[in-house]
């Protein structure tokens, strides 16, 4: 049996690993269009800025121990240009040579990735502009900008102090992040009017946040229209509404789109969403021809459409699975649901599941979403941080959806158990009833799990029926305390403290909801409770003050 | 309706909050015998220490608070001494002035906690010898220790260096590291040769070298004989071996026991283990009666087994329970599995689920378990460590039943995965398909979840037969490099690094079982499956030369 595997990163070099692992026969053969395999291009930001240091800690396993360890052949500087999928070939280009070769498979496994997005923007070949995907990427970026390279080179180089990054999304932010390391100004253009698509706005809002706190200049909902040189050989970054930002380098990360030319052309089927489609034992439209990682469409874990998750975790278990077919197994994808994590500075942003934009665009309206703002441990325990957290749930079931988070502390925890609790259908009073790790540094009895579950189930057994804060707009009654309120009142609204509103009841009206508010929800929750029991008309303005703080307007 | 709540801290408290967002009408009584209600007792340790500054930080809810915002009656310094079920009432005698007054219920939730275990030890109650369970105890340690107090006796205490601590549980552990903390001679002394019992004792192993990292001077195996006071008023602690340890303060924290005097005297069942027996309604015998926390006993979870588990988050979220049945709703605890987490100096130490020594004692021989190390995030990005992590797993439908892990980075974002795996009866297929949270900072493509995951398929596949040290008595081959060979070669072991291993098959004998050694078992994976293949008897060596370094020498 003879492999060949497209492609020598994350996906590739998984499934090439694991397939010799369970057939020692079997003649596997990489070819990588670049010059090395297996790199951790989730690196490729972190060593632009030196954060990490040496260019040789990005290559997890190179062609030497591909041949000496798994008796594997790899070609680097190999482009595999056409499939002969009757013949059962391929044909290689060598790069450097131009040499075309063709080699039989018996099975071929594409990994192929995907490419970053370069519209053709007027000026978008000129010096200094680059996109982050492979290791000469970030040392084509580090010369420029004087971080390897010597004497007067790298003298003017370094006087190149003014960024823009163009997209918002996970590698826009991480060279973001790591350009400030660098102590650069740096301006971050993106065309929608949020950074990280694929959260919400008023999540990515906490994001916009952190990101100005460090002096990153937000230009959202304004796309590039262009670049040009200025008579000092120094860039400028045209948008689309006018503006002219002066950059001295540009680093383009607005997508990316999957790299199906190769498959197109031989007749794959594609997906909508562009990507190549595959079944769930990752084999394409010809059985002889499986695909993985960022190139292949997905089924979406969540809510069953297909989709483009291109993430490492999925490409690398996609490449097992690929393996595990290959060698005669019957192992299936289950689909991905998105789990993501991205540091922002002293912060990290998480997310899984379905976000509520999601659900909308496919019209899905049996869900319901909470906010809720716990501290990442106990609070009587010194480093606590505040969590934002947002949580979609099935009205109808309560099954777990997605969930959104937010802080300085304790995201990842919270987020691989609702990642693993969406994994295993969980619903939100499995959550409730959950057993995570508590000790004052780490936790709280009641983690911002169990609280995320019993809000809501609170909402789905209707003790405390929700207000969002855009349709608030009943009786506004405030129960936070006189010096909170003092500091920032909500217009209209009634201030009755907590411990005061069972005595005075008499001020509220009975013809008309009620809408409470507090700085959380929590007091809120139990004035709902309160009133509810005495005849009135209320509900609990989600997330409180504190949601209100991040709230996107309507529109 | 009128519902008495006898004990107002984590359980009883918790029970008390969500009964009066339940029920507006309901009277509700809190007793509590000391004189704080719902105080954090994890954090005492930490108080003790000063690294929690403020005695006032430790009081989560006052009595006011329950008076004011939950319109609870609470009475501190009040203990309930008998029930009287025939009649429904319980008499409360007041601590202070000694009056017996009788209280009607309808209701009644017993939330008494457990008691430190005070044996009658000669000596046992000499000055100087504390337990920590209360808010009291914490400022007593802190006067002794003159941490509080002020001029000349305050400097007598200062002068108090030598600290034992008799009892190497979680109470143990963190008083050990606080007097660390407060530059005590810390002796540690435990009568099991292990710290921290519920952990299987080759993973206690990583916990005790911290702690003699950082000076603690361990005596394992060693229970307590008594006390004497000496001559210049300090301390001795002599052992059942005979020894004397000095100290200027002694901590007895060698565990709890249930407090069902109470309860007992009332006629109510008692289970086996020496709690309260409760249903999953948190009904103990007498229906009137719930009872929740400490006193309780459980199921386990995993194993179906009555149990005793004296953690926060069970108490407090059966004390919702309890409120939600009593408000006439079908609420069921579902057992607790025992997640645990513990700092320990700079590392944490954490468990979920069933141990091997657990599994063991029931007779349970359908698991399996491996051991893994590998790193809290991807190895290119600074700051990574090195997890500990032991799996235990069904042979027979591949379960998850337990893990344990240890290290000094990432441990809650595992522990809590593992943890919500198990709640959802997540097999170990699932954990090689689960999608968690990774970027460089956080995580790996693989993450160690993933990869415990897939350590255990395999060896559920057959593809890897595993042998652990203690049996590994066939022919022992080493697969690692020569320099690691150099700095420690395991007797015995034939020395051929993986990438020769092809060529030098001829070695190898084909008459007795290979058993494979490298680091951590991932390069002997490899090579076991290259032997497999090649006609060999093989098994990879769990855990490799990492496991080798904390193993227990079989007995």
Known sequence: MKVVIVGGVAGGA?????????DEKAQVLIVERGPYVSYANCGLPYHVSGVIAEESSLLV???QTFRSVHAIDVRTGCEAIAIDRAQKTVDLLDVASGAVTKEAYDKLVLS???APLRPPLPGIDLPGIFSVRTVPDARAIREWLGRSGEGAEASTAARRQRAVVVGGGFIGLEMAENFVHLGLEVTLVEKMDQVMPPL????ARLVERALSGRGVKLELGDGVAGFRQTADRSLEVLTESGKVHPADVVILAIGVRPE????KAAGLELGRRGGIRVDEHMCTSDPDILAVGDAVEVKDFVTGQWTLIPLAGPANRQGRIAADVIAGRDARYRGSQGTSICQVFEAAIGQTGASEKLLRQLGDTDFEKIYLYPNSHAGYYPGAKMLTIKVLFRKSDGRLLGAQLFGEDGVTKRLDAFAMAIQMR???????QAELAYAPPFGSAKDPVNFAGMVAGNVLRGDTPLVHWDEARGFLLDVRNLPEVAVEAVPGALNIPLPQLRARLGELPRDREIHVIC???VRAHSATRILLQNGFQARNVSGGMLARAHRIAPR
């Not at 998984?14 to 369970?22: E, H, P, V």
């Not at 919400?200 to 999540?203: L, P, V």
């Not at 969980?426 to 409730?432: G, K, Q, S």
């Open 14 to 22: 998984s499934c090439a690993a694991r397939l010799r692992r369970l």
């Open 61 to 63: 396993a190179t062609e």
């Open 112 to 114: 192929p990735g995907a």
């Open 200 to 203: 919400d706005a008023e999540m």
């Open 260 to 263: 199906t030319a190769l498959a």
């Open 426 to 432: 969980a619903t939100v009073h499995d959550l409730e």
């Open 519 to 521: 700085r959380s929800a």
